[in-house]
Structure formats: structure tokens, C-alpha cells
């Protein structure tokens, strides 16, 4: 147990619809980490928030959004659904912001399918 | 931009022997670098890291070889178990950006 728990675990929805996934992070940790894995690709880094604020952004989608709470739990926005879209979306969290030296630990991960 | 790149998308490999498992990257400013491992319906658990001060870092039956010239990295695991296999991910890290890049993984298939 990594101790970064991902809600739902699965998630099926139709095109054009909006789905909320959510991340509750180690205890301590204040960086969150959001990526997507589709096709047994790698995994693809979408956006990273450190302690509320957003602070880096890979290839995440306009109809994708995110975001950090006081609480550090995270959530990701996705909406205008597509059907390649479907993918596993992971969390990871970390200690800091500077990951030098430190590793991330992913949660289970939401597997979303569009239909 | 594929900055980390696994390019065996799978391998085997006998009980016993050893499994090399490896990775390139092409951004000199990587300066962190690390192995995670994943199995199917799970989220990708830390394996194993090194900096870019060291060459070798090694943890029971797994070690990590940077050669920094050549841009590559490498994870032996000795000896290979059925256990061990998995989809192994490389991946790298700066202290100049705030993300990790991942490679694409190579799935280890470990015979019996």
C-alpha cells in the first residue's frame, strides 16, 4: 500500500460527459502528480500541483483541468469526454517540490473507459 | 517529445539468470533517475534510484548502472525471479523542472 488512494477505481461514462477523478496523497506529502497511461503506453504526465498551486504542466488537454485543496487531496477534471480518452489515470505524490532526491508514490490508479 | 526511451517492449528471461532491463534519455539535465516497477491492476511502485553523482546503486538483486556519456541506464535484477515479473518503467527527473519523465516500459517475463 503506497498510501495514495485514487477514487473511483473504475469509471465508465459516455462521450460528451464529464467526469471528476480524485487523489488523496501520502500523509506529509504536498506534491501531486497526475498522469495517463493509455494502451500499456507509458505514462504520460499531465499536470503537478505542490501544496495548492499549480506547479508544472505536461500534455494535459484544454478539457482537462486540475486541482489541489487546502486538505492536498487533488482532483482531475475531465470533460467533453472522447472515446480516446479511455486510459488508466494514476496519482503519484511526493514529499517535495524538488524531486531531486526524492521518489514519487503512485496510487492504484482510476481506470476510465468511454463508450 | 519522448525524452525516455525503453525500446525492448518486452523481455524473458529463465529463473536464475539475470535480467537486464534498459533505458536511454536524451536530456542532459537529468540528474535523477529511477526504476519502478508495475503489475497488472496496480499503480507503478519505486524500485530504485541513483543520482547523477553515482554510477552504480545497488539494493539486494537489483542495481542500477548510469553511464551519463552515453546517456543509458540499466537495471540488473540477479537472480531473476517469477516474482519479478512485471512492467519495469524507467525514469528521469531534474532539480529544473517540476515533473518525471517516464519511458515506456519493457515487460519482464521471468520463466519458471
Known amino acids: 500500500d503506497s498510501g495514495v488512494t485514487q477514487t473511483p477505481k473504475h469509471l465508465i461514462t459516455a462521450t460528451g460527459q464529464r467526469v471528476t477523478l480524485r487523489c488523496s496523497p501520502r500523509?506529509?506529502?504536498?506534491?501531486v502528480y497526475w498522469y495517463q497511461q493509455s494502451l500499456d503506453q507509458g505514462l504520460q504526465f499531465l499536470i503537478q500541483?505542490?501544496?495548492?498551486?499549480?506547479?508544472a504542466k505536461g500534455n494535459i488537454l484544454e478539457r482537462f483541468s486540475a486541482q489541489q485543496f487546502p486538505d492536498l487531496h487533488s482532483e482531475l477534471n475531465l470533460s467533453s469526454l472522447e472515446l480516446g480518452d479511455s486510459a488508466l489515470y494514476f496519482c503519484?505524490?511526493?514529499?517535495?517540490?524538488?524531486?531531486?532526491?526524492?521518489?514519487?508514490?503512485f496510487g492504484q490508479g482510476t481506470r476510465l473507459t468511454v463508450v | 517529445d519522448q525524452q525516455v526511451k525503453q525500446n525492448s517492449p518486452s523481455l524473458s528471461v529463465q529463473e536464475g539468470r539475470i535480467s537486464i532491463l534498459n533505458c536511454d534519455y536524451t536530456?542532459?539535465?537529468?540528474?535523477?533517475f529511477l526504476w519502478y516497477k508495475k503489475y497488472p491492476a496496480e499503480g507503478p511502485t519505486f524500485l530504485i534510484s541513483?543520482?547523477?553523482?553515482?554510477d552504480k546503486n545497488e539494493d539486494g538483486r537489483f542495481t542500477v548502472f548510469l553511464n551519463k556519456s552515453a546517456k543509458h541506464l540499466s537495471l540488473h535484477i540477479v537472480p531473476s525471479q517469477p516474482g519479478d515479473s512485471a512492467v519495469y518503467f524507467c525514469?528521469?527527473?531534474?532539480?529544473?523542472?517540476?515533473?518525471?519523465?517516464f519511458g515506456s516500459g519493457t515487460k519482464l517475463n521471468v520463466k519458471p
Open positions: 503519484a505524490s511526493s514529499v517535495s517540490r524538488d524531486r531531486a532526491r526524492t521518489e514519487a508514490f
Open positions: 500523509s506529509g506529502d504536498l506534491s
Open positions: 500541483y505542490y501544496n495548492g498551486e499549480e506547479r
Open positions: 536530456n542532459s539535465m537529468f540528474d535523477y
Open positions: 541513483i543520482s547523477s553523482i553515482k
Open positions: 525514469a528521469a527527473s531534474s532539480s529544473n523542472f517540476n515533473k518525471f519523465y
